[in-house]
């Protein structure tokens, strides 16, 4: 049997290549193990850590930041030395290392398994979603259509691991609850080494053609690399003013970086398209920071400030705050990813510029929400569950106008030698979007460790109604560069 080339998966029939499934799936895995972790961080530490509100908003952003900040590093990293295939593994493999030994002690061990979870998670992340995207050729119109089906994977693990790991995590035990995330993340990576051989040349080594003993010493010489960064990360983690030392260093290597590859680059055209798919990474940053209040401020909001009851049925309303807006992507992404083609085959479909405009004034609609539901609070400081979960069915229209379409405009106008580090930007960005989650979440808790719900109801609010107004102005900014910035990007759609 013959091998399978990268013309015989970027040549398919029909709507998605096969190669797609088997990629969602492990995706599917690896973010419930995710989000299981994510969706019960803030309420883990506050109740079982015994940490005020704002400290527990300052080390979710910090530990989410360095998730994301990771990515980077391990898309270099793939980029130069491990390939995809390898990244994925490893990367794997350590966040199921990392929860089985939260899992075996959560407050004794959390810190050292969340360090392990970063680097993993950092390993693994941003090097499926560029194999996504080599499953297209270049120009090819149903690749936004990919990568929303692929969003729709990402959806469905948050889902089930928002719903599970909070409800093992609340009602039965968090060993369970960080158990759970490990073994998912097994059947993720198992997923991965099986479905290998149809990812063809897809993922391999760039440097194979060098001799065995040089390859493995660079691949060792990964690995003793990450083992120096373990104790690093685990002090910026307990203490986060290590945190905005190492954000505010990161930040700047990384853009020299970019800017040192981008002048290598020999063309205009090249530089130009790099450079707007800079301006998309940059606005993503102020998104994030935004929606991200979901596993911070919003967490803790929902903990004690919400209603027990949706449409009537009893619900817990972390339960709901982690998985609403992963429902409502699955049953919308893939109606969204069907209208991008017809509207593309119409010629009437709006630029990626637009699209990220019209993330935002959903945000801003979606924030507004949680900032009117001061006015549904009873005297307690309690208000509608019901009101907060539409207010993410309005935010899920603007994330899945930007997020699936960003991974998808970032792997286009990428040269394709600097594919995984621009990756590694996106979700650098994500860091970014993450630690200034914490710092926006810590600013509206209130300074009184001892204030009523009431307070914290109007405190909470009041800061969603700000970040309402500002989501509204770079949305309204982003449609007016428009036109420059479809210029830079040149064909690319």
Known sequence: MNAITLDDIQDFKGKYPKQLWFLFFVEMWERFCFYGMRG?????????????????NLKYGAIQAFVYAFTFIGGIFADKILGFNKSLVFGGLVMILGNLIIAFSPADFFYIGITLSIIGTGFFKPNISTMVGDLYKQGDERRDAGFSLFYSGINLGALLGGIVCV?????VSWNAAFLAAAIVMAIGVATFIFAKKQLGPIGQSP????????????????????LFCVPLILIMVKNTDYTDIFMYTIGPLAFIYFMYETLKLKTTKEKLQIG???????FSIVFWAFFEQSGGSLSLFAEKNLTHEVLGIPMDPNMVNNSSNSLFVIIFSFLIGLIWIWMAKKKIEPNTVVKFGLAFLFLAGGFYVFYYTRFFADSNGVTSLNLFTFAWFVITFGELCLSPIGMSIVTKLSPKHLSGMMMGMWFLASAYGQYFAGLLGAGMSTPNNDASLLEKLMAYTDGYRQLAIYALIAGVILIIISPLVKKMMYEVK
């Open 40 to 56: 019960v961080l803030a309420i883990f530490m506050v109740g079982q850590m015994q940490i005020t509100d704002r400290e527990a």
């Open 167 to 171: 409800y093992l995590g609340k009602y």
């Open 207 to 226: 440097i194979l053609h060098l001799e065995k003993n040089k390859k493995r010493l660079r691949e060792i010489a990964v690995y003793i690399g990450i």
């Open 276 to 282: 707007a798919a800079f301006i998309f990474i940059f």
